[in-house]
């Protein structure tokens, strides 16, 4: 049983650009020029309930507007989505019950009423029994710590505060499936923590399936086992967090300090991997592969007097950026 | 069943937030007054000079304007969601609505009401009675349910035709100041209709039926026969008006693009 099926999903919006000037105006007018942008191209892939799944792409690669169209937002141009047994769209309003929703740049929460009054008021909404909510919310109240948030109106809380507050809101009806759009967005350290463990024990405790969307790859490390990445609508990579670090992010970079200075040529002839100048000549990086390391760094020492040396591993961030720079190859 | 629970459940909420700013409240309050004032002294004015208006007395059209307010009280309260278009469609709350399980009209019009308006209908009822007794109007005990189906009736068709210029927000970007000037064709809907051109006459009844908030049930009350069939069309137009907003809102919702973020 999937928690999430998606068969060659696709969105296209209809916008049309401008001709410049005060002619050019009085000639959009009468004609326009139309432009089809496939924000989401023939997509396909399926999530299990429980996964924790992280959902990547730089800004307009399409991430948004396929969690619109998942959580029944906005309706697609083609292709055939069911999330929890259902069309999100034509069945909205039953649908919506089944999941929950926490949209980062966006509030949930009223603004004027203190947080209690809103939880009240989504728990109405939601048609949650008082016995469903007090055992729940208690809990999720407790984790999230935000008991002492709950009589103060929403407009007077701090963005961490807020947040917190959002998703315990999200949660009233205790979901199978969670949306995060980017939840961590603008949170300083403590309470992206704080929040990481909430997430982990929800999908415990209830096999909670959620699907995140963030720019912070660090929320990606710790929480999801599976990332899809999508660049311009379409999906580049689907698979585990391990295996993309495996094929793109194997081998370190050892950074070496030399006591004088030594040039790329020497280097190279030496030890031909790719070097990398640091700040000055006297600072030099190699990258290499895990097993060539040991051979690397005897070859360097034994030749040069050293200053220092450290090995670092290859963060997920720069592997990202490198596969949306240099495109997606099997290396 | 639900929908009514959670419609209690918002008002009760409503009233707690508006009674924290009491200063506020008196003010709207205030305003609201002084500008039904400033209407019924226009009327007054106008009949400083003629005591007749096509056949119509000075009182029967003060009756219809003190009828008029009750619909539009009701309409203010709930329907008032000019803004639309700037608050959901443009900074995207509409998002929000979409992901609950509420229908998305519903919960936009218990957002946005403005229960405070409701003393406009007051103002009308009282404008009705002074305008009663010097017309010496006699009513029966079914005039009872007579009157609240045509104001419900007004009210839905004032609800239909700005619920359908709101869904047109979903097919445009563009912000529109169609709005504004509604209120204004609204307000034609006061008096009598056969005091205008007959094209104006035949829009106010059938295109823009604001003639069916105002003087057409109101005529029943005045008594004036001829008027009748109109009169008691006010119900049908009201639920007609509102269904088509409706359907026209439910495909409009199909087409909602979201805003990017």
Request: glycine share 8%; charged share 20%.
């Amino acid at each position: 049983m999937y928690a999430i099926e998606v068969e060659k999903l696709r969105k296209e919006f209809k916008s049309y650009s401008s001709r410049s000037g005060l002619a050019g105006a009085f000639r959009d007018l009468f004609t326009r020029n139309y432009k089809i942008i496939r924000a989401v191209d023939d997509i396909s892939f399926t999530v299990k309930q429980g996964e924790m799944v992280g959902y990547i792409g730089e800004n307009g690669a399409g991430k948004s507007t396929t969690i619109k169209m998942l959580t029944g937002i906005l309706t697609p141009t083609s292709g055939r989505v069911v999330v929890n047994g259902m069309n999100p769209h034509k069945e909205r309003e039953r649908f919506v019950q089944t999941i929950g929703v926490v949209f980062g740049q966006r509030s949930q929460l009223w603004w004027d009423i203190a947080v209690q009054e809103s939880f009240r008021l989504l728990k109405k909404v939601y048609r949650v029994s008082d016995q469903d909510y007090n055992e729940h919310m208690d809990h999720v109240i407790e984790t999230l710590d935000i008991g002492p948030l709950l009589d103060k109106p929403v407009r007077k809380l701090s963005l961490g505060q807020r947040m917190r507050c959002e998703l315990a809101a999200a949660l009233i009806h205790n979901p199978p499936l969670l949306f995060l759009d980017e939840p961590t967005i603008g949170l300083d350290v403590l309470v992206k923590l704080k929040i990481r463990q909430f997430l982990k024990e929800i999908n415990e405790k209830y096999n909670t399936t959620i699907l995140l969307t963030t720019h912070d790859m660090t929320d990606i490390e710790a929480l999801c086992e599976r990332v899809i990445m999508l660049d311009e609508g379409k999906i580049i990579y689907d698979g585990s967090l391990q295996h993309l670090k495996q094929n793109w992010g194997e081998g370190r970079q050892i950074h070496f300090q030399f006591r004088d200075m030594v040039s790329k040529e020497e280097l190279t002839s030496l030890v031909h991997v790719t070097w990398e100048q640091g700040e000055d000549r006297y600072n030099w990086i190699a990258h290499v592969r895990t097993n060539d390391m040991a051979h690397v760094i005897g070859q360097v020492v034994s030749s040069y007097e050293l200053k220092d040396i450290h090995i670092r591993e290859v963060s997920t961030e720069e592997i990202i950026r490198n596969i949306y720079e240099e495109g997606i190859h099997h290396g | 069943m639900f929908y009514m629970s959670i419609f209690l459940q918002y008002m009760s909420q409503y009233i707690k937030t508006k009674l924290q700013y009491r200063a506020d409240l008196f003010v709207e309050f205030l305003s609201d007054l002084m500008f039904q004032g400033v209407n019924l002294i226009f009327i007054l004015v106008v009949f400083g000079h003629t005591q007749f208006l096509n056949g119509w007395t000075r009182d029967e059209i003060i009756f219809i304007y003190g009828f008029f307010l009750v619909p539009f009280a009701l309409f203010a309260s709930f329907f008032n969601i000019w803004d639309f278009n700037e608050r959901y469609i443009v900074r995207g709350e509409m998002d929000r609505v979409l992901t609950r399980p509420v229908h998305s009209l519903f919960q936009i019009v218990l957002e946005r009401m403005e229960l405070e308006s409701l003393l406009g209908g007051i103002t009308g009822l009282i404008i009705m009675g002074y305008a009663a007794s010097r017309l010496h109007l006699t009513f029966h005990w079914y005039d009872v349910i007579l009157f609240v189906l045509f104001v419900l009736g007004g009210t839905f068709v004032y609800a239909g035709i700005f619920i359908s210029l709101a869904s047109i927000s979903f097919w445009s970007d563009a912000r529109s100041s169609i709005m504004p000037m509604m209120y204004n064709i609204g307000n034609y809907g006061r008096y009598p209709v056969d005091i205008y051109n007959r094209v104006i006459r035949y829009i106010l009844t059938w295109v823009l039926p604001f003639a069916f908030v105002g003087v057409y049930p109101a005529a029943y009350f005045l008594r004036k026969t001829e008027w009748y069939t109109y009169s008691f069309l006010t119900p049908v137009m009201g639920v007609v008006c509102f269904t088509l907003s409706l359907l026209l809102w439910n495909a409009g919702v199909k087409r909602y693009r979201g805003a990017g973020n």
